[in-house]
């Protein structure tokens, strides 16, 4: 069972325009959501996270909504550039358990 | 460059045999974290190690073991391997032990198995 579900398995956005990758949660336990971003043939890097005590975070041009009733967040990208071209990464972790789950990533297009 | 260094890059083997992979995590880093990636899978968390000693687990097999050496680096070992083996494992460091810190990946081992 999921517990982190991607279901999106890619997106095409326009150069310039906003990328909305979603990301929905099962467990309402988890309290710390976070983002990771993938380039072909390297390991995933931290992009943005945030915790359940907030409902929005903002990094330059990414920002995280967090929807704690509909168990859902959303990471925006504004504007797309190529170099956004990736897969993302949603995972969750409740403090209690401390164990992080993954989501199976969304690939990001960024067309010019 | 997260600072995260995998060896080997590839591995082929055949069905049955056994390996070991390598990670040596970021200069400071306590904690050590192994991942497989399988095709269509996201990353599943197997196991944890933070300063020397086993500190969380997850979907790891039975055939598979880690450590994690006084010097911080740490092994993975996969016995008995199977066709469905086959996946990029991911070693990931961090300074503290909770795994919501922020984790720094190495670029991955990938594992072929015939």
């Known amino acids: 069972d999921q517990q982190v579900k991607q279901n999106s398995p890619s997106l095409s956005v326009q150069e310039g325009r906003i990328s909305i990758l979603n990301c929905d949660y099962t467990?309402?336990?988890?309290?710390?959501f976070l983002w990771y971003k993938k380039y072909p043939a390297e390991g995933p890097t931290f992009l943005i996270s945030i915790s359940s005590i907030k409902d929005k975070n903002e990094d330059g041009r990414f920002t995280v909504f967090l929807n704690k009733s509909a168990k859902h967040l959303s990471l925006h990208i504004v504007p797309s550039q190529p170099g956004d071209s990736a897969v993302y990464f949603c995972?969750?972790?409740?403090?209690?358990?401390?164990?992080?789950?993954f989501g199976k990533g969304t690939r990001l297009h960024i067309l010019p | 460059d997260s600072g995260v260094t995998q060896t080997p890059k590839h591995l082929i083997t055949a069905t049955g045999q056994r390996v070991t992979l390598r990670c040596s995590p970021r200069s400071g880093d306590l904690s050590v974290y192994w991942y497989q990636q399988s095709l269509d899978q996201g990353l599943q968390f197997l196991i944890q190690y933070y300063n020397g000693e086993e500190r969380a687990k997850g979907n790891i097999l039975e055939r598979f073991s880690a450590q994690q050496f006084p010097d911080l680096h740490s092994e993975l070992n996969l016995s008995s391997l199977e066709l469905g083996d086959s996946a990029l494992y991911f070693c990931?460091?961090?300074?503290?032990?909770?795994?919501?810190?922020?984790?720094?990946f190495g670029p991955g081992t990938r594992l072929t198995v015939l």
């Open positions: 995972a969750a972790s409740a403090h209690r358990d401390d164990k992080i789950i």
């Open positions: 990931a460091s961090s300074v503290g032990a909770t795994q919501y810190n922020e984790q720094f």
């Open positions: 467990n309402s336990m988890f309290d710390y």
